[in-house]
Nanobody, 116 residues
C-alpha cells in the first residue's frame, strides 16, 4: 500500500507561482504513471497533468505552458510546478500513482486558492 501526501498548496495572487509536492511512502515502481488531478465543488475531478514511465507527458489545455510535472531522481516525490496562476486554477489538487496500470493510489489533496 503506497501512502501519498501532498503539500505546497496555499493562497497565491493571480500571476503567482506554487510548487506542489507529493511524497510517497516507497519508491515509485519503474512502470508507475504519476498524475495530478484537481477538483472543485460540483465539478468532475479533472486530470491536470500526467507523467508516464517512458517520460511521456500530458497537460490539460488550460494549463499548457504554465504547469510542469516532474519527479525526483529518488522516485519518491512527484511535483507540479504551477506558474502564472489564474483564478480558475483554484481547486483541491490531488496526486495519483498508478502502478503497472493495475494499482491506483491517491493522496488526500492540497488546496490551492487564487483569489479574483
Amino acid at each position: 500500500q503506497v501512502q501519498l501526501v501532498e503539500s505546497g498548496g496555499g493562497l497565491v495572487e493571480p500571476g503567482g507561482s506554487l510548487r506542489l509536492s507529493c511524497g510517497a511512502s516507497e519508491i515509485f515502481d519503474s512502470l508507475a504513471t504519476l498524475a495530478w488531478y484537481r477538483q472543485t465543488p460540483g465539478k468532475q475531478r479533472e486530470l491536470v497533468a500526467r507523467l508516464r514511465s517512458d517520460g511521456d507527458t500530458f497537460y490539460t489545455d488550460s494549463v499548457k505552458g504554465r504547469f510542469n510535472i516532474s519527479r525526483d531522481d529518488a522516485k519518491t516525490t512527484v511535483y507540479l510546478q504551477m506558474n502564472s496562476l489564474k483564478t480558475e486554477d483554484t481547486a483541491v489538487y490531488l496526486c495519483k500513482v498508478v502502478i503497472r496500470d493495475i494499482w491506483a493510489y491517491w493522496g488526500q489533496g492540497t488546496q490551492v486558492t487564487v483569489p479574483s
